[in-house]
């Protein structure tokens, strides 16, 4: 007789592989982290993209030419971010892209909350229209890959190549966590691969055009989100 497995149970598992993993891969190269993580996982991964660059995709789909790419369509985007999100799509037609929503429209929003709610209190709107989201789509699956990289911000200076997601429950691979900015760009310009056209203006961290300003030179790229606020983290990520 097959006995069941609860999900506490296969949580339990999950967790005890992602910290064998941690350990075991926390020297591995980007491909080496993917390849391990669509042979564990398979169809049961998804690949996170703000659609700033495609490099993360373009490494994962040398792995896995078919994978899922989650992107939270918040509904304040730039043109040019939904651009590059069609475009990847045409350039890696094996791949399927999830936009991952809100249960309100931003009008629906605004009704409830009042205009601009992003400006009031950026926290909430973060949690409504990103971390809410996430972590409806991430519960189909076992495993997500991101592209933050420790050289981020100070907040990410000891992102692991593999962990636990405990917030969202499942496996989490970073596996260009160690990658510098030189070795970055210098994938980007050796591969082709497509960036949003707002990099070269100047806009060093993408997120939402409310809350996303153009970086002055030299300074820390994520000092365009959220500028003027303490806030430094939309939440996903801890």
């Known amino acids: 007789m097959t006995v069941a497995t609860s999900t506490s149970e296969a949580g ?3 967790k005890a592989l992602a910290a064998r993993a941690s350990d075991e891969l926390a020297d591995a190269s980007a491909e ?12 049961d991964l998804i690949v996170a993209s703000n659609m700033q660059d495609a490099v993360l995709i373009d490494l994962a789909t040398k792995v896995k030419s ?12 730039f043109a040019e971010t939904i651009g590059t999100r069609d475009a990847v799509a045409t350039v890696y037609p094996d791949i ?19 205009p601009r709610l992003h400006d ?21 699956y076992s495993c ?3 592209g933050v990289r420790r050289v981020d911000a100070p907040t990410r200076a000891n992102t692991p190549i593999v962990t636990w997601d405990e917030r ?55 000092s365009g989100r959220w500028a003027g606020q303490t806030k430094t983290e939309c939440g996903l990520h801890g």
């Open 96 to 114: 399927t892209v999830v936009n991952a929503q809100a249960e309100e429209s931003v009008a629906e929003q605004d009704e409830r909350y009042g």
């Open 120 to 140: 009031r209190d950026p926290n909430q709107c973060c949690h409504l229209r990103k971390v809410i989201p996430l972590r409806t789509t991430l519960a189909r």
């Open 66 to 77: 078919d994978v899922d790419v989650l992107f939270l369509e918040t509904g304040y985007h």
């Open 12 to 14: 339990e598992d999950l």
């Open 168 to 222: 969202n429950g499942l496996v989490k691979i970073n596996p260009i966590a160690a990658w510098t900015d030189e070795e970055f760009d210098g994938y980007i310009t050796e591969h082709g691969i497509l960036r949003n056209p707002l990099v070269e203006e100047g806009y060093l961290s993408i997120g939402c055009a409310p809350c996303t300003a153009k970086v002055a030179p030299g300074a820390d790229p994520r």
């Open 144 to 146: 997500w890959v991101t």
């Open 32 to 43: 080496e982290a993917l390849r391990w993580a669509v042979e564990k996982f398979g169809d």
